[in-house]
């Protein structure tokens, strides 16, 4: 499908999603989000990618929902906008691979909460990240009032939404909004260092992984810790765990299949 807002690279098995909207710093209008929304679901059983970096042309990386779209809207269409950008970031959360966020530059609003719907947040030394709609007069509608606060705490979460302030990504790095951060000419080829890496790995276990953990951030310990006793007996059902232990003990690099 032919896409006018994102561009989509491929190096291997790693699926690099550029958002490309540079004249409105990459701002999530209505039609980047549904091409967004159109890849992922596209490739939800699409096993020839094992992780997905997404990252913004230009200076930014996504500097929030768009503006002038927003400025449009009346209560109902608000309720809507907000539906389809948080079915997004569910979306990308959910997606059966991992999702890499290589933030480049401003991950303002929308931006920074689709940052926070990805796995891994990488960062620029030069990315910006806020959650500024109480400038706008609006609050967080992509999610922001809800994953911010379980990544840094409910006061800095506060703090954040409350004063609209941006926070350079040292402090983002700091607080724990951001997992790694490097040079800015070296973020792109990190971020393909970490998927190259993961994507060496057994997929059905990444992603087994990957839904234990989400799952477990949505229940209490206990259930969490039900639901991955169930998830690692069925991990022993493919074929990838037998070649990862054989390969282990006959002292070879395993081979997985992805089965
Ligand atoms: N929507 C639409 N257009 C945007 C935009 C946005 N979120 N952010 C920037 N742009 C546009 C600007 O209007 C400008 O367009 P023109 O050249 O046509 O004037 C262009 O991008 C470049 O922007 P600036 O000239 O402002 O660039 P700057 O370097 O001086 O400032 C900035 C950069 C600090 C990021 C500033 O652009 C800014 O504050 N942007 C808005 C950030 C924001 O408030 N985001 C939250 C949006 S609300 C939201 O996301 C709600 C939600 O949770 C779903």
Redesign the pocket.
Known sequence: MEFQNIEIKREDKVAIVTINRE???N??NAETIRELQTFFENHWEDDSIGCVIITGAG??FI??????E?AKLDVKGAVH??RI?LYLMKTIENFPRPVIAAVNG?A????C?LAMACDIRLASEKAKFG???V??G?????G?TQRLARLVGRGKAKQLVFTGD?VNAQEAYRIGLVDEMYPPEELMDKALEMAKNIVAKAPVAVSVAKECINRGLDINLSAGCDFEKTAFGTIFGTADSKEGLSAFIEKRKADFQGK
């Open positions: 004249k409105a710093l701002a999530l200076k930014a500097a929030g929902a768009d503006i002038t927003l906008t907000s950008g401003f303002l609003g929308g931006g909460e959650q500024p709609e400038n706008l609006l609050i967080p509608g992509y922001g941006m």
